[in-house]
Structure formats: structure tokens, C-alpha cells
């Protein structure tokens, strides 16, 4: 007999790999039957033979199972193994078909790759500064819990959790792009950081974005680490330590984050797949061609590859992210099993 | 208790190591961006397309966008100058039939090369390129987007290098359609060798960097994004272009463009201004920039349904088995349109970027036929006049006319776009006025375009009673424009609601006229026929042209040459583009 977590981590592995299954079936039915036309946007003059030829080139007018099995065949095994050959130089993928944006010819990896590092900076930055500031403010509320300044912080950061992205942007753009003037008001993807003046551009044109975000995420997570670690403050065990004569800086960063750190973990494991996801409506108003933005334009184009790839990528992140939370739980408290 | 006070920064300084790291890894996770030439380049032009192109290769998509940002690397045979002329441009001239390059029976045409052509990577242009252009369009499973342009071609000959003869399966009157404008340019066969057929869809390298003859190479394509060119080394005219690199970028949206271009100066030019006029106004007061406009064939137009949209005669819904029972009677259509006030139209919607008219075919000049000044203005009594006489009265009192117990009431649909919206309000108001009730409709352009026969909604099955949409025909010639408004090509379920008689409107005497023009050769006589037909549909009344629409793009001051061209490409004569010394 096998031991028992080989035996747990197959029934986990088996799971993972159903639901994700279940995950893109879900996403092809929901998509293919959505109303939509990749060529409406084409121009009217276009013949409709023309049209049928292209529909055919696109390999929409396969039957439904053809076009599943294609896409499950591309998404989960060809690009993959694309992806092992531009990092470790192999040639497993050769001639296999890939996944062809039906809007520009190209890959629909690529597409991805050329916007992921926009994203990934701007919801990195967002999510490392909200982690930042949320930590220490969480803890230093809940130790002076009921005091009037928690009750002020508060009411700040509930009134930040309130404020939709959109207000908040259109906000800061008002007071530090029209008003002062001292920030740039949409990003500019043409920049290329070469030397320290385009890195200086690059910051402030990054710093209005990643305020509004990185607000939200910093609400977000104060409130569930205050609640938390007010929680544990009044347990039996900080009590001890208190006893011990251990100072309050020792205690809260020693003692209380780490279990209070369970709930944060869960919500920064959610927010995980979003760094990749992008943020939609951020990235809209600040023009950021990442990937919220290529999401959005290609559901306009009726480009489903696109769509369905970017859904499917954060589909499987998530599931990822779950299982990272889970496995984080442990570390921070292992009495947690199961 | 003061022992348990604690300060901020004290708990700053050790939560610091958890975010510090992931900071670290972020940081490290971000690739670095490519190095290319400095920023500050004197002589980069920057375009705004905020419809970036999302393909370069206009063979794969039909796309303005994307056929015009090709037109800075690919260059067709001959092109079509702002004024509807022909001029050579890889050609050393244009074939007719006083200079024999066109067959006296009009079954062929013959193409000559210009002397010491060669693509950007220095190999001479030979007539095995154009021969493998066409075979790589009408290669089987190649979804070619421009395969009209190659109709009716049977096969090409390449006598030498040099030259080309392309045969046609019948005579063509005009045989100006393959390598002819911005959508049929010249491929290097080298290049594309090896994406005949299905494969022509993946193949992504080259259908993102064609190798080209025109003045500009890509150097970097993100598609839907940005894209980059540098001057063409080997570009033949000396002296051009007039840069040494060109950003075309793309996103946002048209006032971003707009104020880009007129108000901060960030780029030099900016293409596809749809804006309303007040904004335009008001962005061209700050005199960075000037605006070009150009009026093509773009026409908005009502169409009516002449057949019964009842949802109640399932299969047989606005199909030519059941006229319309208001709308088949011309008075009615008649009185519709004498309601509205087209000048109003034009000033509410389009500005400098809109023209009153009344033809169907506003341009080409020669193709307009002469029409009385006040043929679009508004006539409200004649109007209720017209439909008194069509037998439609108030006879309930509610203000609403009816006949037969059935009221005047229509369906109204568009797609989504703010301007098609107003101008539904403001007609819905003026056909109240005369006693018609609208119900508005607005589709999204995606369905409302769109060609899937299971939806409902497309304006080619038009399930109700007008619409209004624009449309325009490629290149100079109406020709095959005009042949979409005979009996055969009403859209139907046996044709999967294909064809363009959208308001299925069918008349011998139209189609006969249609017969003819197919077979006129005469610039003259072709001009006749197409006045006669065009004024055969308008005074039919069903349609209603609205506003001839033209194109608005923005340039720099300093910016010398951008000739805006209805025909084809903003970025036609490119190569001639300099900054105001």
C-alpha cells in the first residue's frame, strides 16, 4: 500500500484535474454560445462567400465537438509544450497546430506575453504597496482597538473599500492630471526604459494606477487583519506570552500576525489570478495595454480564442492559488489538517 | 501600559521582510523591455490609429485598420489619388485600351513592372511575386479576405519578368480590381512560400512583418497595440520618406487621438476622428494641429422594409412572400422621408465630417446625379398631405394615424453608437409630428453586423421595419455596389440571409439597367447607367439617403503632406510626409 499522503495527493492531483476540466466546458459552452460575430466587423462589401471562405479558414463551421476537442487539444497540450521549448530549447511542439488569435493571425501566447509584463507590474506594485501599508496598519489597530484612532481608521478604510475604482480614478486624475498637473493622466506603452529619465516616466506614470488599486487592496485587507487579530489578541496563549513580560512589538509581529494571517492569506490567494487577469476597468481608464485590456477588446472582436484562453488561464490560477492558501494554512498553523 | 505602546514604524521594520520580498520577486519576475534607439529621436513620426491594426497582412483581414497600416510596407500595382484617378505606383503605367494593356475583347489585361524594383531586403520584384499573390489568395482553405479583388481571374501569365498578364472567364468592363488599391498589394513570394492554403492562418511571423516595397519596414508588431517601422533602405524615389521611424500607436479611444494630435502635440497624426463636431470645435482651438477631411462613397442611409417583418409568419418574416402592409405603399414611404430635416442631421452628428445629400452615390463626382437644391429638405405639411392621401388618419383622436383599425406604428433599429442613437431620438420626434409612432431599437454593432444565421437581430434578416446603417463600396467603381439592389440578391433563408438588397426591393427594369452596366466599358456610358440606377432606387423611396459621410483624421502643424484619400489608405503618399523645415 501506498503511504498516505502519496495517496492524498493523488485523490488532490485527480480533483484539481477534473474540475479544471469541468472548468473548460463550461467556459467553450458558455462562449460558443454567446451571440457574437468575428466578422462583423469586417466591412460590408466583404461577399459572403468571402465570409464562408474565412469562417472555414477560422474552423468555425467544424461541428461543436471538433472545435472543443481542437481547443482542449491546443490549450492544455500543444501550448504547454510550446512554452517548454522557448524555455528549455526543445522541439516537442514542432508543427502542431496552435492557438491562433482569429482577430491578428498570431498566437494567441504571444498576444498574452506582449501584455502580461504591464500587468503584472501593475498589479504587482498595487498588491506588494497594499500588502505593505495594510500589515502594519491591521496590527496597530487591533492593538489599540477601541481607541478613537481605530475608530477613524475605520471609517477611512471602509470609505475606500466603498469607493468603486472608477470614482477613485477619475478622482485622482482630476486633482493631480487636470488640477496640479504633476502626473501624466494615461500611460504610454510606446515608452522603452532605456536610462533613468524613462524610469523616472515609467514610476510617475505608474503611481495614479497603482494608488487606486493598491487603496483598495490595503481597505480590503486592514479590515480582515483588524478583525483577526483582535480575535487572537484575546486568546489563551498571547495571554501566556503577555505573562512572559513580552514586549507588544515582539508579541503582535511574533506571536498575533501569524495567526491572524490566515484570513489576509485567503484573500491575497483570490486576488493571486488578478495580477495575471489584470485589473479591467483600471486598465481602461489609464489606457494600460495589459492583459484586462486585451481581454476586453477581444470580447468586442468576437475573438474567442482569446477570450477563452485568458478565462481558462485564470481558471487554472485560481485553482492553483487555492491550493497555495491551503498549503500556506499549514505553515501558519499546524494544527490545521486535512 | 506604556510598556505596551507601540509605534508604527516599529512594526513597518518588521513586516518590511515579508513585502520587501514579494516586491523582490516581482521585480525579478518583470522581463525587461528590448532596448531600442533612444526616445528622443528627431525625425520619428507618430501615428494614431486608436483602432490599432491587429494584422499587417491585408489578404487575412479586410479591416480598414489593418489595410491601412499595411499600406506602409505593402503597395499594391496602381492606386487611386484623392481625386477617384488611377495612378501607376509599382506599374509603369496604367493599362487601357488605346495603349493596348487591355484585351480588345476586355478577357485580359496586362501589367509592366517599373524598371529596377526591388523589396526591402534588396531582391528584385519579378511577376512570379504578383502570380503567387494570386495563388496564395485563392489557395483552397486560405479564408483570403480580399478574394473578390481576384473574381473571375482564370489564370496569370508572366511572359518575363517584368510583366504580367492577368486572363479573365468573361469580359470586364473594368478590370481594375487585382493589385489595384491598398487591399490587393503585391506579396513577396520568398516570403510567403510557405503559407499557401490553410496554413496562410498560422502563418503569425510573416503575416506580422511582411517584407514590402513601400517606404517604411516593421520593425516591431504588438498586435492590437503598437506597431513600428524604420525607413525602407531600398526605397526607390531618393530622398524619401521623409522619416527615419514611425510609431504607430494604437488604443483609447478617438477624442484621445483627437487630443493628441490638436491639443498637447504628443503625436503627429491622427486617423478616424468620428467625434461630434462640438468637440472637434473645440480641441482645434488650441492650434497645435488642422484637421483634413475626405468624402468617398460613405453614405448613412434609412432603408425600409418593403416585405411583412410579423413575427407571426414565422419562416415566411420578411421574406418577399408577404408585403409590407404600411410601409409597400410609396406615398408612405415618401411622406417618411419628406419628415426629415436633413441638414439638421448633419449638424448634430458629423460637423466638418458630414455632407447633405441626395444621391446614393455621392462620389465620384461623375456618378452623382444632378438633384434640385431642396431635394433634402423638410416638408412636414406635404408630408401629411401624403399620407392623408395614402388613406392613414387620426380617426381615434390620439394623435396617431391609423387605417383599418391598424395603427401607424414602426419598428426602428440601429446599431449601438451615440450618433445613430440621436439621430433615432430626433426622427422618432419628427415622425411623431406627423402622426407615426417609432419604437427604437439599438443592436450591438458585433450582432447587429454580424452573419450568424440562427440570430434574430442582424440588419440582414431585419425583423422590423427600417434601419438605418452606412455602407460604401471599395474603390471608384459602383458597379458591383449597384448589382446588390437587384431581385436576386434580396436576402432570403434560402440564401442563409445573404445578400445586400437589404430593403428587398425588386425591379425588372433595375435589373436590366444592372445587366447593361456589366457589360459598359465607356467611362461616359458606365456614368450614365449608374446615375439612372441610382435614381431609379431613390425615387422608389426605399431608401432614404441621410448624410454623406466623410473621413476626419488630425495633423501637426509641422507636419507637411498628409493628403487625406477617400479612396484607400491615409497613408497613401507617406513617403513624401516631411516635417516644416
Known amino acids: ?338 | 501600559m506604556q510598556q505596551n505602546r507601540i509605534r508604527w514604524t516599529d512594526l513597518l521594520a518588521n513586516t518590511h521582510a515579508i513585502t520587501g520580498a514579494t516586491a523582490l520577486c516581482l521585480a525579478l519576475a518583470m522581463p525587461a523591455q528590448p532596448l531600442a534607439e533612444p526616445r528622443s529621436h528627431h525625425d520619428t513620426l507618430r501615428l494614431r490609429n486608436w483602432q490599432a491594426p491587429a494584422t499587417l497582412n491585408p489578404y487575412l483581414s479586410a479591416g480598414a485598420k489593418n489595410v491601412e497600416a499595411a499600406s506602409l510596407v505593402l503597395e499594391p500595382l496602381a492606386r487611386t489619388d484623392p481625386d477617384g484617378e488611377l495612378v501607376p505606383w509599382l506599374a509603369r503605367s496604367i493599362p487601357t485600351r488605346e495603349n493596348g494593356g487591355i484585351a480588345t475583347d476586355g478577357t485580359a489585361i496586362t501589367w509592366r513592372l517599373r524598371d529596377g524594383l526591388t523589396w526591402s531586403d534588396s531582391t528584385p520584384v519579378t511577376a512570379a511575386d504578383l502570380r503567387f499573390t494570386w495563388e496564395y489568395c485563392m489557395a483552397e482553405g486560405a479564408g483570403c479576405a480580399q478574394a473578390m479583388k481576384f473574381d473571375g481571374v482564370s489564370r496569370i501569365d508572366t511572359p518575363d519578368a517584368q510583366t504580367v498578364t492577368l486572363h479573365f472567364d468573361a469580359p470586364r468592363p473594368m478590370p481594375y480590381q487585382a493589385f489595384v488599391g491598398p487591399q490587393s498589394p503585391v506579396l513577396q513570394k520568398a516570403q510567403f512560400a510557405d503559407c499557401l492554403g490553410p496554413k496562410a492562418q498560422t502563418c503569425s511571423t510573416q503575416n506580422s512583418a511582411p517584407i514590402g516595397t513601400g517606404p517604411f519596414v516593421v520593425t516591431e508588431f504588438q498586435p492590437g497595440n503598437i506597431a513600428e517601422f524604420t525607413a525602407n533602405p531600398a526605397y526607390r524615389t531618393p530622398g524619401q520618406p521623409g522619416f527615419d521611424r514611425v510609431i504607430l500607436q494604437g488604443g483609447g479611444k478617438a477624442a484621445g487621438a483627437a487630443r493628441a494630435v490638436l491639443q498637447t502635440g504628443e503625436a503627429d497624426f491622427a486617423a478616424n476622428l468620428q467625434l461630434p463636431p462640438e468637440v472637434l470645435d473645440s480641441m482645434q482651438e488650441a492650434g497645435t494641429g488642422r484637421l483634413l477631411t475626405a468624402f468617398g462613397p460613405l453614405l448613412e442611409r434609412l432603408v425600409f422594409n418593403l416585405t411583412d417583418p410579423d413575427p407571426a409568419l414565422g419562416p415566411e418574416r420578411s421574406t418577399t412572400a408577404h408585403p409590407h402592409p404600411i410601409l409597400s405603399d410609396p406615398h408612405v414611404r415618401a411622406a417618411l422621408m419628406l419628415a426629415l430635416d436633413r441638414r439638421a442631421l448633419v449638424d448634430l452628428g458629423y460637423g466638418p465630417a458630414g455632407r447633405v445629400t441626395c444621391a446614393l452615390i455621392p462620389a465620384p463626382a461623375r456618378f452623382a446625379p444632378p438633384h434640385p437644391k431642396d431635394c433634402a429638405d423638410q416638408d412636414l405639411p406635404r408630408a401629411r398631405a401624403l399620407l392623408d392621401q395614402a388613406g392613414w388618419r387620426d380617426t381615434d383622436g390620439d394623435g396617431l394615424r391609423d387605417k383599418d383599425g391598424r395603427p401607424l406604428r414602426l419598428g426602428f433599429q440601429t446599431s449601438v453608437n451615440p450618433v445613430r442613437q440621436d439621430f433615432q431620438v430626433v426622427i422618432q420626434d419628427w415622425w411623431r409630428q406627423i402622426g407615426v409612432e417609432t419604437e427604437l431599437r439599438a443592436i450591438d454593432a458585433g450582432i447587429f453586423f454580424g452573419s450568424d444565421p440562427a440570430n434574430p437581430d442582424t440588419f440582414q434578416k431585419f425583423n422590423t421595419d427600417v434601419q438605418m446603417f452606412a455602407s460604401a463600396f471599395a474603390g471608384t467603381d459602383p458597379g458591383n455596389f449597384l448589382a446588390g439592389w437587384r431581385c436576386e440578391n434580396i436576402p432570403s433563408p434560402e440564401t442563409d440571409w445573404q445578400g445586400a438588397n437589404i430593403a428587398r426591393a425588386c425591379d425588372p427594369a433595375f435589373d436590366a439597367l444592372s445587366a447593361r452596366l456589366a457589360e459598359t466599358a465607356d467611362p461616359d456610358a458606365r456614368a450614365q447607367f449608374v446615375q439612372q440606377m441610382s435614381r431609379h432606387l431613390i425615387d422608389s423611396h426605399a431608401l432614404v439617403p441621410l448624410v454623406h459621410r466623410g473621413r476626419v483624421a488630425a495633423a501637426a502643424n509641422g507636419l507637411e503632406g498628409p493628403h487625406l484619400n477617400p479612396w484607400g489608405s491615409p497613408y497613401w503618399n507617406i513617403a513624401e510626409w516631411r516635417r516644416a523645415p
Open chain 1, 1 to 338: 500500500m501506498a503511504p498516505r499522503p502519496l495517496i492524498r495527493l493523488a485523490r488532490r492531483g485527480l480533483s484539481l484535474g477534473l474540475s479544471l476540466l469541468a472548468i473548460a466546458l463550461a467556459i467553450f459552452g458558455l462562449l460558443s454560445l454567446a451571440p457574437g460575430d468575428p466578422l462583423a466587423r469586417m466591412p460590408l462589401t466583404l461577399p459572403p462567400e468571402v465570409r464562408a471562405a474565412m469562417r472555414e479558414a477560422m474552423g468555425l463551421d467544424a461541428p461543436w465537438p471538433t472545435r472543443l476537442a481542437l481547443w482542449l487539444r491546443q490549450a492544455l497540450i500543444v501550448e504547454p509544450l510550446v512554452l517548454c521549448d522557448t524555455l528549455f530549447g526543445t522541439s516537442w511542439a514542432e508543427d502542431a497546430p496552435r492557438l491562433i488569435s482569429w482577430h491578428s493571425r498570431t498566437p494567441v501566447m504571444g498576444l498574452i506575453a506582449d501584455r502580461l509584463p504591464q500587468t503584472l507590474r501593475l498589479m504587482g506594485l498595487s498588491y506588494a504597496l497594499g500588502l505593505a501599508c495594510a500589515l502594519p496598519l491591521g496590527l496597530w489597530q487591533a492593538h489599540r482597538h477601541r481607541s478613537a484612532a481605530d475608530h477613524a481608521t475605520t471609517a477611512l478604510t471602509m470609505t475606500a473599500y466603498a469607493l468603486p475604482p472608477f470614482v477613485v480614478a477619475l478622482l485622482l486624475i482630476w486633482v493631480f492630471s487636470i488640477t496640479l498637473g504633476w502626473l501624466p493622466s494615461g500611460y504610454d506603452n510606446s515608452l522603452r526604459i532605456t536610462d533613468a529619465a524613462s524610469l523616472g516616466t515609467e514610476i510617475r506614470q505608474l503611481i495614479l494606477p497603482v494608488a487606486v488599486l493598491a487603496l483598495q487592496i490595503t481597505a480590503q485587507l486592514t479590515r480582515h487583519l483588524r478583525a483577526s487579530a483582535i480575535e487572537v489578541l484575546d486568546t489563551d496563549h498571547i495571554r501566556t506570552a503577555r505573562a512572559k513580560g513580552l514586549g507588544p512589538r515582539a508579541l503582535l509581529t511574533g506571536h498575533v500576525l501569524r495567526h491572524a494571517m490566515i484570513p489576509v492569506v485567503t484573500i491575497v490567494a483570490l486576488g493571486l489570478p488578478q495580477i495575471v487577469g489584470g485589473a479591467i476597468i483600471t486598465e481602461q481608464i489609464f489606457a494600460i495595454n495589459g492583459i484586462g485590456h486585451l481581454l476586453i477588446s477581444s470580447i468586442h472582436a468576437g475573438d474567442l480564442p482569446v477570450v477563452q484562453t485568458i478565462t481558462l488561464l485564470v481558471a487554472v490560477l485560481v485553482v492553483l492559488a487555492n491550493l497555495l492558501a491551503d498549503a500556506t494554512y499549514r505553515w501558519l498553523d499546524p494544527r490545521l489538517t486535512g
